[in-house]
């Protein structure tokens, strides 16, 4: 499996009224920011939130060949789809599901408006034919079930076929009812909803390798669930002063170790990772293992706090590693290691130039997210000017890439973007006077298996494969 994507693009729009095609209107309205994407296990369905409270669900459909134009091999272009053709195994994403997760809500007793804004989802393992996920707000947490009806009943003994009663003097036999084919329905129904636990706003959640519990953490607070019980959770790690004055740190993500069921780590806003052993005890407020990287004080400044605070934290898929992305890099940390991180990598080392201006405009507290591709080999994360970058742990090579609508036409070639800091600038690059940061990709998602990456670009979704002639 390469490293980087080269040629395939689907890309989706998302709006009120559904998910469809890229359109060339330009204004769109809040709640369609999609605000986190998600592969399944096996990466053949793809959710998506959005602001509005709306999940919307692609569906691989393996059934439909594929027909690919392009030439060399790091290169991305746009999917064409051709039904005369056999199957090369890829495929493409359809929508399967969408389905309103969240409303607005209202807390009388602290006169707060609550968000729809969906603000993580998790699957869980298929277990069945149906597929279940958890999504969240800032409040409160739901457990989906989404399943496929492709039969009815017909045949009913107290009611007609459209729904009306009959009149019971007029039944006079015993039907059996029959199932009778029908089109495909699919269905999304809340099987748990997991309210009341956090009194600050759900940053994340993540699923335990026991697949019967899972976290959800707060700016100060982490907890435990079990996916039978709605009633109550364990709290494991309450960070809260008793002078909220004396706070000095909170908590920006956690995550459950991808083996061990007992072990996770959370980040805090003062740029460390915390790792914790929940057989040490309930209340896991002793770390086992504490990772911080010195500071150099010679490149200390105003902003120096803000932007190492931890934006994300991903344990790989072997458990050796851990990824973090703070503001300006991403750093993977050796779980044995706790002095420093054994890789940095430079995101976009050219803003630091700019933090003023970031920090007026509110953008230097951009949430960015990172992820692992399938054999841990390669990260990406997102920057600004709809920017992704993406970094070969091996090769120690890099390329940032863009999700534009360029990108998005027929047999259109992506091609590697560069920044220009300053001096004279070549053709095929960019100044970063003329970045626009209100293009920024937040949120990415790498398949488990494949070569194939979800990159959410403000209202737009665009999916890029590696495809091998």
């Given at each position: 499996m390469k490293c980087f994507p080269c040629n395939f693009s689907q890309v989706f729009k998302t709006s009120a009224s559904g998910t469809n095609s890229l359109m060339s209107r330009s204004s769109f309205d809040q709640a369609d920011i999609i605000s986190t994407v998600e592969f399944n296990y096996s990466g053949d369905l793809l959710a998506t939130g959005d602001k509005g409270g709306r999940v919307v669900i692609f569906q691989r459909e393996q059934e439909v060949g594929n027909e690919f134009e392009f030439s060399g091999t790091k290169k991305l272009i746009y999917f064409c789809q051709s039904k005369s053709r056999p199957h090369h195994g890829g495929g493409e994403y359809n929508v399967y599901s969408t389905f309103q997760s969240h409303e607005p809500e209202f807390d009388y007793l602290k006169s707060l408006e609550i968000e729809e804004k969906i603000n993580k989802i998790r699957w869980l393992p298929q277990q069945n034919a149906a597929h279940f996920l958890l999504s969240t707000n800032d409040k409160t947490i739901k457990l989906w079930k989404i399943s496929e009806r492709d039969k009815r009943a017909e045949g009913y003994n107290l009611k007609e076929e459209d729904g009306r009663f009959r009149d019971p003097v007029r039944i006079t036999t015993l039907r059996v009812p029959v199932l009778k084919p029908m089109d495909l329905m699919v269905e999304a129904s809340p099987r748990r909803i997991f309210a009341n636990a956090h009194?600050?706003?759900?940053?994340?959640?993540?699923?335990?390798?026991?697949?019967?519990?899972?976290?959800?953490?707060?700016?100060?607070?982490?907890?435990?669930?079990?996916?039978?019980?709605?009633?109550?959770?364990?709290?494991?790690?309450?960070?809260?002063?008793?002078?909220?004055?004396?706070?000095?740190?909170?908590?920006?993500?956690?995550?459950?170790?991808?083996?061990?069921?007992?072990?996770?780590?959370?980040?805090?806003?003062?740029?460390?990772?915390?790792?914790?052993?929940?057989?040490?005890?309930?209340?896991?407020?002793?770390?086992?293992?504490?990772?911080?990287?010195?500071?150099?004080?010679?490149?200390?400044?105003?902003?120096?706090?803000?932007?190492?605070?931890i934006s994300d934290v991903k344990f790989s898929h072997n458990g050796r590693y851990m990824m973090t992305r703070d503001y300006l890099s991403v750093k993977v940390w050796d779980v044995n290691m706790e002095t420093r991180p054994v890789e940095t990598y430079q995101v976009h080392e050219y803003l630091r130039s700019k933090l003023c201006s970031l920090y007026e405009n509110d953008c230097i507290f951009d949430k960015f997210e990172c992820c692992w591709n399938g054999l841990d080999s390669a990260i990406m994360t997102g920057s600004y000017n709809n920017f992704f970058r993406m970094f070969d742990r091996n090769t120690k090579r890099d390329i940032t890439l863009e999700a534009s609508r360029e990108s998005s036409k027929p047999r259109a070639i992506l091609k590697p973007r560069k920044v220009c800091t300053g001096g004279k600038r070549k053709k095929d690059e960019i100044s970063v006077d003329s970045l626009d940061f209100n293009k920024k990709i937040l949120h990415t998602a790498w398949h488990p298996k494949e070569n194939i990456i979800a990159v959410a670009a403000t209202n737009h979704l665009y999916i890029f494969q590696d495809k091998v002639n």
């Open positions: 009194t600050y706003h759900i940053n994340s959640i993540s699923v335990n390798s026991d697949y019967e519990t899972y976290l959800s953490s707060d700016d100060l607070r982490i907890n435990l669930w079990h996916l039978e019980i709605t009633d109550r959770s364990f709290n494991i790690v309450d960070v809260k002063p008793a002078n909220m004055e004396e706070l000095t740190e909170v908590i920006t993500a956690a995550e459950c170790h991808p083996h061990q069921c007992n072990v996770f780590a959370y980040s805090s806003s003062k740029g460390t990772i915390r790792l914790c052993d929940m057989r040490a005890g309930a209340l896991c407020d002793k770390h086992s293992k504490f990772f911080e990287e010195p500071e150099d004080p010679s490149s200390r400044s105003f902003f120096s706090e803000i932007i190492s605070s």
